[in-house]
């Protein structure tokens, strides 16, 4: 038996465990973890320094390098997280809703665990104290398997996470770490069927292709960021300019910044050179459709490629649209279903984007980098569905339970 398999089983012998656990000691795990980070910041600082100078002594991209990178304040963030998801409501046994039938059964949804969350991801080592946070909350067993640039930090993290959560009570193997980085290791655990009840890839398109190509067990797609923002012709031109800046600029290589900027073609006369300078003041590249090049001559020429690319840099594509009908349809060609904005003092032009954008997440004069589930009040997120099934949107706790029909009855036989 492979080392992955044997991680495998012992993640699905434990899930039943955690799944059993009480709210408070799950909760209590969740503190104490929280705390561990917090105490361990120095030991989890100078491991990830390790995996930070031998990633930019490769050339590896400053945009991943940023992503890499822990600090006393993403620490602070990553425990933040875990209280935070600690004082969310129980979603193990909650009733969904219940209902009694002529017959006298009653009928009950009842959330329960998933069983084992399998998590494949690259250079962020906050999503290894997000995953178990959530996995851990929502009564579910997780395996972790991150790249191999952040493998001394992600094993610094699960020391110091899993040292705490079983001194508060959880089951041994109910959060384990895969150390092996090779792609034969991810394979493996994308067709571990009948012990990984759910897999979430957290990557690049690369990382998703070998998802669709290989994948035997239920997988969420998460990841792909291709946003825009539209600015409508009713938006507010100080507004549109704010929303634009802080959903490219905010941090540009996160899923929901914005790579695409769609504006209409009876405010760009007036708006979008002003706009483009702001951007391009900011450090921004801009890659611009004809029309565009004629109100702001500098920018590049925009090809097609440039609107189904996801930059994750600063750089963003411009195009000029006639109406919110031709807005929409770029959106739902190149979009990739993560978040979508406009900015619009049209109530109806507002209501029609939210109703015909196909998006997981619609944002009316606000910024894409709301896509987020600790903005939502998740407290954090496994990751973006940007698929239909089971989940879509930023995905929390919810999200990580099914449920089950429990019905009650005295002694019914059905004729």
């Given amino acids: 038996m492979t080392n992955m398999m044997s991680i495998c089983e012992r993640a699905a012998a434990a899930a039943p465990l955690v799944a059993m656990l ?36 490769e050339g590896t991209v400053a945009t991943t390098l940023d992503r890499l990178t822990l600090t006393d304040k993403r620490l602070a963030s990553m425990a933040a997280g875990l209280r935070s998801v600690a004082a969310q409501g129980d979603p193990v046994g909650e009733v969904v809703e219940g209902w009694k039938r002529p017959n006298g059964l009653s009928i009950e949804k009842v959330r329960v665990p998933l069983g084992v969350i399998a998590v494949i991801y690259e250079a962020r080592p906050n999503v290894t104290s997000d995953v178990a946070g959530l996995c851990l909350k929502s009564g579910n067993a997780c395996i972790l398997r991150g790249s191999s640039i ?3 930090s992600n094993r610094a993290l699960v020391d110091v996470l899993g040292a705490a959560a079983a001194a508060a009570g959880v089951p041994e193997h109910a959060l384990q770490l895969v150390e092996d980085p090779t792609r034969s290791s991810a394979v493996e655990l994308m067709q571990a069927k009948g012990l990984v009840d759910l897999l979430v890839p957290r990557g690049g398109r690369a990382l998703i292709q070998t998802i669709e190509e290989n994948a035997t067990v239920p997988a969420i797609i998460d990841g792909d960021g291709n946003c825009h923002v539209y600015v409508d012709r009713a938006a507010d031109p100080a507004m549109a300019t704010s929303i634009v800046l802080n959903a490219k600029t905010q941090r540009p290589s996160v899923c929901n910044a914005a790579e695409t900027l769609l504006v209409h073609e009876e405010l760009a006369d007036k708006w979008l050179p002003e706009a483009l300078e702001a951007l391009a ?8 459709d004809a029309r565009a090049r004629q109100m702001w001559p500098v920018a590049r020429e925009a090809t097609e490629e440039d609107w189904a690319t996801e930059y994750l840099d600063l750089t963003l594509a411009v195009k ?11 959106v739902n060609r190149w979009g990739t279903s993560n978040a979508e904005a406009i900015v619009t003092e049209d109530l109806i032009a507002a209501r029609r984007f939210a109703a015909e954008a196909d998006s997981g997440s619609i944002f009316v004069n606000a910024s894409t980098r709301f896509s987020d589930g600790g903005e939502f009040g998740f407290g954090s997120e496994i990751g973006i569905s940007t698929q239909k099934l089971h ?25």
């Fill in 22 to 57: 009480p709210g408070e000691v799950r909760d209590g795990a969740l503190l104490a973890m929280a705390e561990a980070l917090e105490a361990s910041a120095e030991q989890l600082i100078a491991a990830n320094a390790v995996d930070v100078s031998a990633a930019r002594d």
């Fill in 281 to 288: 003041a900011a450090g921004v590249e801009i890659r611009a």
């Fill in 150 to 152: 952040a493998l001394r």
């Fill in 320 to 330: 000029v649209v006639a109406s919110l009908d031709e807005a929409i349809s770029h």
């Fill in 391 to 415: 989940a879509r949107g930023p995905m929390g706790l919810r999200e990580l339970t099914t449920c089950k029909y429990v019905v009650w009855g005295d002694g019914h036989t059905r004729s």
